[in-house]
């Protein structure tokens, strides 16, 4: 029954338009202090290009669940990449900076329906003992699309302008949305479940409260004390927990949140948010210390990070392959205590490092990580019966956003609490290796943050176990 599917061209659609969707957001983010000059926008105001993003995905990203039960297959992917293609466009053809920021949430919009869509096919068509290596390419495209957006971003901003990120992504959208209408079936059930209003609202208030919440604590002079901070994360929490309430208490839930039930779902997920908040951190710590504390041009920055970056995507199969064999453990804790030391040595980095010191840790730090995502999202996902795999992975999807959008913001703020309290007690503040000094105590101390979230997962990892699938239990012939 399983190989009715065209798996190759499936995959091949998804992944071609999952990689754009990625790139497009980390490519915008190097273009940032460009876009100021152009649209004449506070740093604050440019923000918003990346929290709009994140804020659409925040909120979408809960109720896909549904929707994948509401939409057959088809349905959904056409609909994710009419938005994701009409927003690129508006984005390529942007004169100002509404312009921008509504093709950003429309690119959003089509992100949200299409991530669950493809974490959802692979284990539709994907029986459990093959999984591994599909999930793989999905890493491939989730980590190496971010990777090389700085790197693309940098050249096309130095050579063209920022419009031809954009006009870049347009045709691979295209061509993306042409082989999906030929080889993508039906892989779904369409169960048709009532949307309850109130979960959805709820949803979004919580969802949404908290990542914005948290993305303004990152940007602002105020940070976490400013008013709007604390009331939009507070109302947040209390939507939140008033929503967990809600779906306990229907008989069809919006979000099943009986996923937790399942112990390796549970922990896979813990790890793999761990992991986010690393990765997050780092790609925007190491870029920012690398300009102000050490003094390259974007371009070298960006290039800095790549092998690391490449290095973990072009792994991810290849961890897929070893977890199909092995199993979750041997993969999982060697990585975690491969990312411990990287972010140990991380704590002492200085102006004074030399680019290989640097290079050779983000590597190391991402090989860690590569060794940790795969593994532990696919086991996790391989303890749910079928019937919650919409669920699971509306769930994983969603508090990924959170615990990015957590880490950047509390990664900012021990940032800039650090780089004030030195420039505090500093005779001349204003001197510019003063500033570089600053920026390395402040980032010295993001890392020790990090280390200890990465051994938080360390500590988990001891639970970690191979899952025995339900459809293994089933079939067992």
Known sequence: MKNQYNTRAIMASLLICGFVGMFSETALNIAMTNLMEVFQISAATAQWLTTGFLLTLGILMPISGVLLQIFTTRQMFTGSLISLIVGTL??????????????RVLQAVGMSLLLPLLFNTVLVIYPPEKRGAAMGFVGLVIMFA???????????????????????????????????????????????????????????????????????????????????????????????????????????????LSVFKFPMYTIGLLLILSCMMIVMTSMIILPMFLQTGAGLSVFIAGLMLLPGSALNGILSPLVGRLFDRYGPKWLVTPGLVLVAVMLWFLTTISPASSVAFIVALHIGLMVGVSLIWMPAQTNGLNQLPPELYPHGTAVLNTLQQVAGAIGIAVAISILTGGMEKYLHSS???????????????????????????????????????????????????
């Open 90 to 103: 508006i984005a390529a053809l942007a004169f100002n900076f509404e312009m921008l920021m509504l093709a």
């Open 146 to 256: 971010p990777a090389t957006g700085p790197t693309i971003g940098g050249l096309l901003i130095e050579y063209l302008t920022w419009h031809y990120i954009f006009w870049l992504s347009l045709p691979l959208l295209i061509i993306g949305l042409l082989i999906g209408l030929k080889y993508l079936k039906n892989v779904t059930d369409v169960t048709k479940p009532r949307i309850d209003l109130l979960s959805v609202l709820l949803s979004t208030v919580g969802f949404g409260g908290i990542v914005f919440g948290f993305s303004k604590a990152g940007e602002g002079a105020e940070g976490w004390s400013s008013m709007v901070v604390v009331t939009s994360i507070v109302v947040g929490l209390v939507a939140l927990v008033l929503f967990i309430l809600r779906q306990n208490l229907m008989n069809v839930p919006m979000l099943n």
């Open 427 to 477: 005779s001349d503040p204003t001197q510019l290796t003063e500033i570089a000094n600053a920026m390395t105590v402040g980032s010295q101390s993001v890392f020790w943050f990090t280390m200890l979230i990465a051994l938080i997962g360390l500590i988990l990892a001891f639970f970690i176990r191979r899952v025995v699938n339900h459809e293994e239990r089933y079939s067992a012939h």
